[in-house]
């Protein structure tokens, strides 16, 4: 097969993690006999310095024009006065809107090698397997923002259309799973949840009576995660509560360096990126830990280009590398960590192995 995938490393970690991931992905290419090609573009915090913008034009057009989008992350001190009128996140809302990017899926899976690196009981862990399924493009993080020099205000509005499509692809990926969805909102207080509530309702008794559905509220679900992990199959929430959840759900599986995710809409480009941030802390230092953006290459290649067996040879590869104990200095506790280089050397390895 060939494919033609738009690489956006940003700023931080994203260049050192992205460079491994590309490494992994070339080497499934040369194992399974495809046609790659990456072409680098500019966003964030590094897209200002270059372009006065944080998501140019050509940047875009590329990712519209690509087959599958992979990104590292955006942002850093440099950029975040909190009175500039362009900042690096921006890039990224404007490319999950320009893309119409509007369900964010985050699986969560502990390993077995690393639940020490976790700050849960191991137990509580054991088996957990959940995909966060995130409303993307709407919700308070894109309404109306007003500032003057008394008060400030965030608008969050929802519409049907927006709720339904989200919804939809989270009843979907329950069926193919064990078929349990969470619909998490805060209806008690809020009108956009109420509404959020009422559409989930009707889609599962319409269109999925095969799927059995539960409301949850959302400071419910804050504890319900690390009490009992293991009883949740997929959660669908908006956009807000969804960056939140997912954060701490990271916490599960020991480190946010090992959690993947992929954007996807109606159109056919997704777009790949690891949880984390840009990890300013450790940036330059070859020490980050590239395994969440490796395993958003294995959603890529499943959800992008339906390379399915290509897929799991990449996670089977993370698998063994972990069993390994080929650690970065995130999981590694007191042992000799691997840099991000020697990390993805053990994947690629893996899959000259395994694949
Ligand atoms: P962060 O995710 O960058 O870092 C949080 C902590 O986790 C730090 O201690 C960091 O060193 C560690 N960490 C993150 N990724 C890691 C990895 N791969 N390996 C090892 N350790 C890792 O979040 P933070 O510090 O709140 O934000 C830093 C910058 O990143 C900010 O400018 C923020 O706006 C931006 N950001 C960008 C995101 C994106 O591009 N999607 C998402 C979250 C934050
Ligand atoms: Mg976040």
Same mark, same amino acid.
């Given at each position: 097969?060939?494919?033609?995938?738009?690489?956006?490393?940003?700023?931080?970690?994203?260049?050192?993690?992205?460079?491994?991931?590309?490494?992994?992905? =070339?080497?499934?290419? %040369?194992?399974?006999?495809?046609?790659?090609?990456?072409?680098?573009?500019? #966003?964030?915090?590094?897209?200002?310095?270059?372009?006065?913008?944080?998501?140019?034009?050509?940047?875009?057009?590329?990712?519209?024009? !690509?087959?599958?989008?992979?990104?590292?992350?955006?942002?850093?001190?440099?950029?975040?006065?909190?009175?500039?009128?362009?900042?690096?996140?921006? &890039?990224?809302?404007?490319?999950? %809107? &320009?893309?119409?990017?509007?369900?964010?899926?985050?699986?969560?899976?502990?390993?077995?090698?690393?639940?020490?690196?976790?700050?849960?009981?191991?137990?509580?862990?054991?088996?957990?397997?959940?995909?966060?399924?995130?409303?993307?493009?709407?919700? #308070?993080?894109?309404?109306?923002?007003?500032?003057?020099?008394?008060?400030?205000?965030?608008?969050?509005?929802?519409? +049907?259309?927006?709720?339904?499509?989200?919804?939809?692809?989270?009843?979907?990926?329950?069926?193919?799973? %064990?078929?349990?969805?969470?619909?998490?909102?805060?209806?008690?207080?809020?009108?956009?949840?109420?509404?959020?509530?009422?559409?989930?309702?009707? #889609?599962?008794?319409?269109?999925?009576?095969?799927?059995?559905?539960?409301?949850?509220?959302?400071?419910?679900?804050?504890?319900?995660?690390?009490?009992?992990?293991?009883?949740?199959?997929?959660?669908?929430?908006?956009?807000?509560?969804?960056?939140?959840?997912?954060?701490?759900?990271?916490?599960?599986?020991?480190?946010?360096?090992?959690?993947?995710?992929?954007?996807?809409?109606?159109? =056919? +480009?997704?777009?790949?990126?690891?949880?984390?941030?840009?990890?300013?802390?450790?940036?330059?230092?070859?020490?980050?830990?590239?395994?969440?953006? #490796?395993?958003?290459?294995?959603?890529?290649?499943?959800?992008?280009?339906?390379?399915?067996?290509?897929?799991?040879?990449?996670?089977?590869?993370?698998?063994?590398?972990?069993?390994?104990?080929?650690?970065?200095?995130?999981?590694?506790?007191? !042992?000799?960590?691997?840099?991000?280089?020697?990390?993805?050397?053990?994947?690629?390895?893996?899959?000259?192995?395994?694949?």
């Amino acid at each position: 097969m060939q494919a033609d995938i738009a690489v956006l490393p940003g700023d931080g970690i994203g260049p050192e993690v992205t460079a491994v991931a590309v490494s992994v992905l =070339k080497s499934v290419a %040369r194992r399974h006999g495809h046609q790659f090609e990456f072409g680098q573009h500019d #966003i964030g915090g590094v897209a200002i310095d270059r372009h006065g913008d944080p998501l140019p034009p050509a940047t875009l057009r590329a990712c519209q024009q !690509a087959d599958a989008v992979l990104l590292g992350a955006v942002g850093g001190p440099k950029w975040s006065d909190p009175n500039a009128r362009i900042r690096p996140e921006q &890039g990224l809302l404007a490319l999950r %809107r &320009g893309l119409g990017l509007y369900a964010n899926l985050r699986p969560v899976r502990p390993h077995a090698a690393a639940l020490n690196a976790s700050p849960i009981k191991p137990h509580l862990l054991t088996g957990v397997d959940i995909m966060v399924v995130r409303e993307l493009t709407g919700g #308070i993080y894109f309404g109306d923002k007003t500032r003057d020099a008394d008060s400030a205000s965030d608008l969050c509005s929802y519409s +049907v259309v927006e709720i339904e499509r989200v919804v939809r692809s989270a009843f979907q990926l329950a069926r193919q799973r %064990r078929g349990y969805l969470v619909s998490v909102d805060k209806a008690n207080v809020l009108e956009t949840s109420r509404l959020w509530r009422d559409v989930t309702s009707r #889609i599962g008794r319409d269109e999925f009576a095969d799927v059995r559905l539960e409301h949850v509220l959302v400071d419910a679900m804050a504890m319900h995660l690390l009490s009992k992990p293991r009883e949740f199959d997929v959660i669908v929430t908006e956009n807000m509560f969804g960056d939140i959840l997912t954060d701490e759900a990271s916490m599960l599986a020991g480190s946010l360096g090992l959690l993947p995710s992929a954007s996807l809409g109606d159109g =056919k +480009v997704g777009l790949y990126e690891p949880i984390h941030g840009s990890a300013p802390d450790i940036a330059g230092k070859g020490i980050a830990n590239p395994y969440a953006t #490796i395993l958003s290459c294995a959603m890529l290649l499943r959800h992008s280009l339906g390379l399915y067996e290509e897929a799991d040879c990449i996670e089977r590869a993370v698998d063994g590398a972990l069993n390994a104990q080929a650690f970065t200095a995130d999981l590694a506790g007191g !042992a000799r960590p691997l840099s991000t280089q020697a990390a993805g050397q053990a994947v690629i390895e893996q899959i000259q192995a395994r694949c």
